[in-house]
């Protein structure tokens, strides 16, 4: 977050100060994971019959 050097206690982070914005960063939806919607529809079942 801060690009200091990790620790070893906080690694990859520097702080906790740091690992926890990066964890309030994801609890708020602010990082996403891409989703391939071919993926999603053989995870639901629905392969393509082509």
Known sequence: MCRHAPTSDYAPF??????????QKWLTGSYVLPVNED????????????
Not at 14 to 23: I, K
Not at 39 to 50: V, Y
């Open 14 to 23: 520097c702080s906790r100060r740091c690992a926890n914005l990066d964890l």
């Open 39 to 50: 993926d999603e529809a053989k995870i639901d079942g629905e392969e393509d019959e082509s």
